[in-house]
Structure formats: structure tokens, C-alpha cells
């Protein structure tokens, strides 16, 4: 059975760092594209990275671009976040899904973890 | 940038027929995919690739895209089914959300 645990998060304040850890099981990890997706409270979905799955490519989100840095190790089935120069509107809970990719027929995440919550505040 | 719109609720009576609508330019030239989330818990994906049904999906739960618009369908829906429903699509390396919509079983 595909299990993701998000983990690593906390209580920062405005501008500091922190890092996130999802651990994944139950599917061959370096297979797989990986991406975090972020929830704010009471608010949508946002997508705010992804990688691919031998980590050569990488996406960023425009609201993110410069500040977070997606990394994984695939001997230890990990992903990672590094959240640098964090803002209030960071405040949300961070998910990791297992990215499918079908070419030019779609992307799309599947499934999720059960999120770490990120709250940026003094 | 891309962006998907949804309508912010839907509600509908118990056994009847759901529509949920998510639109964006030329979304029938890409591929969208449809998550449940209900409330405390992480979202589920219900539908990929425009009408496919993940393993475990009730076949209630279709979907369709075509032109601008993309369509989720609950036929014959259930209490159980109440929860906000996000549109998704990928276009030029972006992974885009549409802003959900909260499906009310009333």
C-alpha cells in the first residue's frame, strides 16, 4: 500500500527556515515524479513543486520561485523542502503526493500524504 | 499564467445528479483530473485523464472536457458524497488548481 508521512513542520517566525521530510513506502519511490502542494487554512489548493524522478528536472511555482528548494534521495525514498525567507502567507498545511505522469496525456498527484502544518508567525 | 474557475458551491438533493463545472482557455486541449477533500482529511483523487476512475472510485463519479470546460458528474448522489472538489491541469510546466467547489447533499 502507497504511504506518503509528511513531517517537519512547525511554528517559525517571518523570515526564518525550516525543513520538510516526506517519507514514502509501498511503491518504488525513484520511479516517480514527487511534489509538494500546499493548503493556507479555510483556502484552495496550491501547487508549489515538483520533481522528477531522478531529480534532474524541477518546477517551481511563481510564489515560491527563489525561496523553497525541492530536493529527494532516492536510496532513502525521502523528499524534501527547504523553506527559506518565510512569509505569513506561507501559513499552511504542506502536503507530498506521488506525481503520475502519462507524457502529453495529463499530469496529475495521486495520492496525497496527510500534511505537515507550516504556521509563520511572531 | 493558467488559471481554472470553478464556482464556489453546488448544491444539490440526495439521489439527483451533480455537475460541477471547471473552465479555463482551451482546457479540452489539455488533460484534467478532479480531487475530493473532505473536511480534516487529505484530498482523493475521483477522476484523471478527463473521464478515467482511479481504482476504488464508485461509478457514480465521471467526468468529461470539452472546449473550455471541464465536468464533473455524480449520478445518483449520496450524503456521503458532500466535501469541495478541485479541478486540476497542467499547462507549460505549471501544475494549476481551479479554487474548489463545495458540493452540499441537502
Known amino acids: 500500500q502507497v504511504h506518503l508521512v509528511e513531517s517537519g513542520g512547525g511554528l517559525v517566525n517571518p523570515g526564518g527556515s525550516l525543513r520538510l521530510s516526506c517519507a514514502a513506502s509501498?511503491?518504488?519511490?525513484?520511479?516517480?515524479?514527487m511534489s509538494w502542494i500546499r493548503q493556507a487554512p479555510g483556502k484552495g489548493l496550491e501547487w508549489i513543486s515538483s520533481?522528477?524522478?531522478?531529480?534532474?528536472?524541477?518546477y517551481y511555482s511563481d510564489s515560491v520561485q527563489g525561496r523553497f528548494t525541492i530536493s529527494r534521495d532516492n536510496a532513502k525514498n525521502s523528499l524534501f523542502l527547504q523553506l527559506n525567507s518565510l512569509r505569513a502567507e506561507d501559513t499552511a498545511l504542506y502536503y507530498c503526493?506521488?506525481?503520475?505522469?502519462?507524457?502529453?496525456?495529463?499530469?496529475?498527484?495521486?495520492?496525497w500524504g496527510q500534511g505537515t502544518l507550516v504556521t509563520v508567525s511572531s | 499564467s493558467y488559471e481554472l474557475t470553478q464556482s464556489p458551491s453546488v448544491t444539490v438533493s440526495p439521489g439527483q445528479t451533480a455537475s460541477i463545472t471547471c473552465s479555463g482557455d482551451?482546457?479540452?486541449?489539455?488533460?484534467a483530473c478532479w480531487y475530493q477533500q473532505k473536511p480534516g482529511q487529505s484530498p482523493v483523487l475521483v477522476i484523471y485523464?478527463?473521464?478515467k476512475r482511479p481504482s476504488g472510485i464508485p461509478e457514480r463519479f465521471s467526468g468529461s472536457n470539452s472546449g473550455n470546460t471541464a465536468t464533473l458528474t455524480i449520478s445518483g448522489t449520496q450524503a456521503m458524497d458532500e466535501a469541495d472538489y478541485y479541478c486540476?491541469?497542467?499547462?507549460?510546466?505549471?501544475?494549476?488548481f481551479g479554487g474548489g467547489t463545495k458540493l452540499t447533499v441537502l
Open positions: 503526493a506521488r506525481g503520475k505522469v502519462a507524457g502529453n496525456s495529463g499530469k496529475w498527484f495521486d495520492p
Open positions: 509501498g511503491f518504488t519511490f525513484s520511479d516517480h515524479y
Open positions: 520533481i522528477s524522478s531522478g531529480g534532474g528536472t524541477i
Open positions: 482551451r482546457l479540452g486541449s489539455k488533460y
Open positions: 485523464q478527463d473521464t
Open positions: 486540476q491541469a497542467w499547462d507549460s510546466n505549471f501544475w494549476v
